[in-house]
RNA sequence: GCCCCCAUCGUCUAGCGGUCCAGGACGCCGCCCUUUCAAGGCGGUAGCACGGGUUCGAACCCCGUUGGGGGCACCA
């Protein structure tokens, strides 16, 4: 990626050519352009499904408006930060459907698209903000404002008191003199700030409730309040829509706008949208830790992108009175940011199994196998690539398998039996088909009707197995066929009977059935 | 403690003053179909937190209460 000139001066030019029209705070519609929305992670472990929900709806809300989605990733935290996530981010991002315009790997006019690239940037425009007076330096210690609040019969947490402010040269002098490096603050307006939320509409902070936020550490290095703000300015971000945790920051982001405007950076604040959290058991925001956060753990089972996306979509957001199954490009064409409900929502795993598995259901049948593929590979079951034979079976079963599918990782459970030479019967399964006298009735009455069979087809299976253990034994269809079933294929649950038997082949169905027969206790 | 956000079935939501004795989906429970299990079809279960206003009329507007959540760093 290109570096280019940083100076402040450069910016605005850059701005100025690359810059569109801001808007004032309006609804939306699809004849609006000129929206560019933002993404922007920091790369610090696992992709949490809160992530990727708001990462799809600013992507959502760039496309229905005909904007820009961009792509920014916020590494300025090296102790946390790690290339491995940073790549991991981007992959998922990817995988779930979410091309960005501007960003890393593809570039664009506002580069660079990491923080880590960007230092010059922040240190000029912090420069910028000390000289026309809207930063200050200063000293004070966490432990001294502490010391001031008590004193004053106030609550500490109240935070820092504005002291610094109007300090003279001599009293700066002399705190350099014992050694103090200053922080450099951002000068609160003293009036309310508002703003009309995306989601929520007017929301006011008292004046004064805010105390002047640092913007640049002692140290030198540029802190996130400052350096994210400044970043949706350079790169002309109109549309910020982000978690719900970062409403309470929104006043001082609008007061550095205002610098940011004042001293040429900026041209005003973009629109906010808050979006709500997505909750865990209980109603707590779903922690880092909880396993269910991790989008992963969803990808490794086998959920699809369409499904994952579409249940994400839910959270929060619904496509129609009486709909909730939909495309990525449904979704697009009618996300409205002002009609994100507001309330926390709780991610329903069982939900999200019931929309992923009718996506893959809507799948045409080479695509749904050729997901399958891998799951089946990676479990041994299937060669990688698969050999003619196993895709001569798999083609086969394929359609029969995929409405009986939630996840892809489904498949291994499935379709196994017909990828090994012998079965291994889930015991549970065992106990209920192939318990008593009667199941080794069948079982015996089976092999007899497949033994000389002159047509291998699903057909003759059929009527063979009907005229044998039904007509033959009188059995109900469940009695009959439940332990040829389980002895087949070692579940109570596959593919339909006579098209498995069928694509098992005769010795092999028959070496299960004598097996079974033989495992019968009594 | 201070500030902020939120409040419709168990869960996600529709509802933006009358067409709502509140609609859809997941779950759950029946029934149908059926070679098991699913899928599919049909039906059922269950909700406007509470109290005041405003209004001819309130799930929808206002205030309060209660409850839940979040934020208060030289972390992002």
Known sequence: MQHRGSGVADQRRLRGRYRLHRRRPAMTSPSTTGVRTRFCPSPTGMVHVGLLRTALFNWAHARHTGGTFVFRIEDTDASRDSEESYRHLLDSLRWLGLEWDEGPEVGGPHGPYRQSERHEVYREVAQALLAAGHAYESFSTNEEVEA????????????????????????????RAEGREPVLRLRMPDEDLTWTDLVRGEIRFAAGSVPDFVV????????????????????????????????????????????????????????????????????????????????????????????????????????????????????????????????????????????????????????????????????????????????????????????????????????????????????????????????????????????????????AIETALKEALVEGLGRKPRQAFGPVRVAVSGRTVSPPLYESIELLGRERTLARLAAARVAVPG
């Open 216 to 459: 640049v550490r002692a140290n030198g290095v540029p802190l996130y309040p400052f350096v994210n703000p400044v970043d949706d300015a350079l790169m002309g971000i109109t549309d910020v829509l982000r978690g719900e945790d970062l409403l309470p920051s929104t006043p001082r982001q609008l007061a550095l706008y205002a610098a940011l405007t004042d001293i040429g950076v900026a041209s005003g604040a973009p629109r906010f949208g808050h979006l709500p959290y997505v909750t865990g058991e209980g109603n707590k925001k779903l922690s880092k830790r909880d396993p269910q956060s991790n989008v992963d753990v969803y990808r490794e089972r086998g959920f699809v992108p369409e499904g994952f996306a579409n249940y994400l979509a839910l959270l929060g957001w619904s496509i129609a009175e009486d709909r909730d199954v939909f495309s990525m490009a449904e979704m697009a064409e009618a996300f409205d940011v002002t009609r994100v409900s507001a309330n926390p929502a709780r991610f329903d795993l069982r939900k999200a199994e019931a929309i992923n598995a009718t996506h893959l259901r809507a799948l045409p049948v080479e695509d749904f196998t050729e997901r399958v593929v891998p799951f089946l590979a990676r479990a041994g079951l299937v060669a990688d690539p698969p050999t003619a034979e196993q895709r001569r079976v798999l083609g086969a079963i394929a359609p029969l398998a995929q409405e009986r599918m939630i996840v892809l990782s489904d498949a291994v459970g499935l379709l196994g039996f017909l990828f090994v030479e012998d079965v291994e019967v889930d015991p549970a399964a065992a106990a209920k088909q192939l318990a008593g006298p009667e199941a080794a009735e069948v079982l015996d009455a089976a092999q007899t009707a497949l033994r000389e069979l002159p047509d291998w087809t699903t057909a």
């Open 148 to 175: 001031r609040r008590l004193a004053a019969g106030q609550d500490p947490k109240l935070g820092y008191d504005n002291a610094d402010r109007f300090l003279t040269d001599e009293q700066k002098a002399a705190f």
